[in-house]
């Protein structure tokens, strides 16, 4: 039963190899390279935002003058 299983997988990795479109290693982590530089943009507009919010409540908190 050991040897079967082991066969099914040997013909499952080779048939997903030919089956497969071929892929160039030189390409193979663009698209992670891609995924990267848009989380670092979003991350980005994130902290501008939060610093955009951040100074516009204190302004508004600033000008709160307290009861006497």
Do not use: Y
């Amino acid at each position: 039963m050991k040897t079967l299983d082991v066969l099914h997988r040997c013909w499952f990795r080779a048939w997903n190899r030919l089956t497969s479109p071929s892929t160039d290693r030189r390409d193979s982590g663009s698209v992670t390279m891609e995924n990267v530089i848009w989380a670092v943009a979003v991350i980005a507009i994130a902290a501008i935002v939060v610093l955009a919010i951040t100074n516009f409540v204190q302004g508004q908190a600033d000008l709160i003058k307290p009861a006497p």
